[in-house]
T-cell receptor, first 116, second 118 residues
Framework: ETGVTQSPTHLIKTRGQQVTLRCSSQSGHNTVSWYQQALGQGPQFIFQYYREEENGRGNFPPRFSGLQFPNYSSELNVNALELDDSALYLC???????????????FGSGTRLTVV | DQQVKQNSPSLSVQEGRISILNCDYTNSMFDYFLWYKKYPAEGPTFLISISSIKDKNEDGRFTVFLNKSAKHLSLHIVPSQPGDSAVYFCAAPRTAMNYGGATNKLIFGTGTLLAVQP
């Protein structure tokens, strides 16, 4: 059983640029959530994808967008990067319905994005 | 609106002693609470949870206590081991109904860095 894989592990971008982060979900998991963990903070929910559609969003602007593919893998895209976007981006996969009790999330190791 | 709070950014204990990590919450509607453990360069991993209808849950060296009247929970690790050194997050799941159905998300505290000294 494979876990959640994220790529790249580290990335440096310039303010104003665009970035795409990738996530392969755990085998059998069809729901993917993205979280942003800024330095000294806990992970903050960005959005969730289920059946290739966005299924809920946190308090993040529209320049944060995503995709989910038929194989359940997902991308997080951030346009017009700002310095405050520097953070660890975590992807978590799960099965629908598991999240209500908080069980069943498998997190990837994250992508460390630095915006300069 | 920080619904889950961990007021201690760090904690240092000696190997073999008890580690107590604390968490406070403001939303009385939470049904479950979870503790996640995170090593550097790894994602958070589930450690232990507790339902809001219970006041204690134990799993080996790890015990979580819930005080609903105080809106407070704590994680006890006994005995602490050097391998327990990590960041510990308190989290609570929330379900929101929207156009696409139900969205389940985790609300995390800011984390506590535990260092267990040999």
């Amino acid at each position: 059983e494979t876990g959640v894989t994220q790529s790249p592990t580290h990335l440096i971008k310039t303010r104003g640029q665009q970035v795409t982060l990738r996530c392969s979900s755990q085998s059998g998991h069809n729901t993917v959530s993205w979280y942003q963990q800024a330095l000294g903070q806990g992970p903050q929910f960005i959005f969730q994808y289920y059946r290739e559609e966005e299924n809920g969003r946190g308090n993040f602007p529209p320049r944060f967008s995503g995709l989910q593919f038929p194989n359940y893998s997902s991308e997080l895209n951030v346009n017009a990067l700002e310095l405050d976007d520097s953070a660890l981006y975590l992807c978590a996969s799960s099965l629908p319905g598991q999240g209500a009790s908080g069980y069943g999330y498998t997190f990837g190791s994250g992508t460390r994005l630095t915006v300069v | 609106d920080q619904q889950v709070k961990q007021n201690s950014p760090s904690l240092s204990v000696q190997e073999g002693r008890i580690s107590i990590l604390n968490c406070d919450y403001t939303n009385s509607m939470f049904d479950y609470f979870l503790w996640y453990k995170k090593y550097p360069a790894e994602g958070p991993t589930f450690l232990i949870s507790i339902s809001s209808i219970k006041d204690k849950n134990e799993d080996g060296r790890f015990t979580v206590f819930l005080n609903k009247s105080a809106k407070h929970l704590s994680l006890h690790i006994v005995p602490s081991q050097p391998g327990d050194s990590a960041v510990y997050f308190c989290a609570a799941p929330r379900t929101a109904m929207n156009y696409g159905g139900a969205t389940n998300k985790l609300i995390f505290g800011t984390g506590t860095l535990l260092a267990v000294q040999p």
